[in-house]
Structure formats: C-alpha cells, structure tokens
C-alpha cells in the first residue's frame, strides 16, 4: 500500500449544518476525495462527524483542518480542533475563498461544492496555521452575544442599545 503524505478536511459550516470533505494525497501524488456529507451543528452531528472522518483517516499522520471564518458558527469549532494534538487548523477569510472559486470559474453555490473549494483552496494556498483569539477577545465575544440575545428576546429594549442614549445617574 502507498504511503499516506497528507490528510485533510474542508469543511463548510453554515448556522444549523456544517458540510464535510476528506482529501488524503499519496506519496505518488494521487489524491482520494471521500464523499461530501452534511452534520448537524450540534453536538451529536460533531460526534458523528468524528466517527465519520475516522474512516478516512490514518492517525500516524497529522490532519490539517480548512474551514471559512463564519463566526459564532465556526469559532467554536475551531477552538474544539485546536486543542486537539497532530491537528492543525486553518481558518481562512470566506472573501479568500468566494475569490478563490470564482477564479476556478465556479459558477454553482452549494454546501458541497463549498466544501471542496475550501479543501482545494488549502491545497493550492500556502498554509497560514490559526490562531484562537485571547481569551479577553472571548470573553468580550461572549458578553456581546448576551447581550445581544438579551435585546432579541425583548429584555433590553433594542432602542437602549442601539441609540447615542446617557443616562444621568446623578440629575
């Protein structure tokens, strides 16, 4: 059997699925495309696609993970695989990659085809290692997104947050 050089996913992650893409290149060159599959953006669709991605990967060699900067959608996920040892992670700006599959003169938008435009995108670009935010970053994040989800739900007044409003505590 030849000998397995390079592991990777892409992976396009989206608010209630994220779309999966196994790419293993050989010694020789030749590459293997697993299928594309679609998770649910829950924990038992991350478990899933745990048990899913082991069946095209060999664990004596690291995995790179590609997926696009979505946010609140694909920071989690990112921090997940970062702890992670002999898995290394790239999260790449979804401009990069809108630019990149135009280029390619890619016409079509779906969860699939995004995700092996982001797996190609990591085979064809240099490699740029992610980085998580500091945790202060995180804390911040996590305090907008209370507050935020606390103005959705009508327990601040929305006109509160988003006006040029002081109040004078001592009038």
Known sequence: MEQLVKQSIGIDISKL?????VCNRHQSGEEYLSEVVDFKNLKTGFNQFVKWSRKFTDPSVDLIFVMEATGVYSLPFALLLHTVEAIEVMVVNPKAIKHFATAKLQRGKTDALDAA???EYLE????RPWQPPSDEILEIQHIFTRINDASLSGFIPAILLNSNLTINLYQ
């Open 17 to 21: 699925s994220f779309t999966a893409c």
């Open 117 to 119: 435009v982001i797996l």
């Open 124 to 127: 064809r670009m240099p490699f």
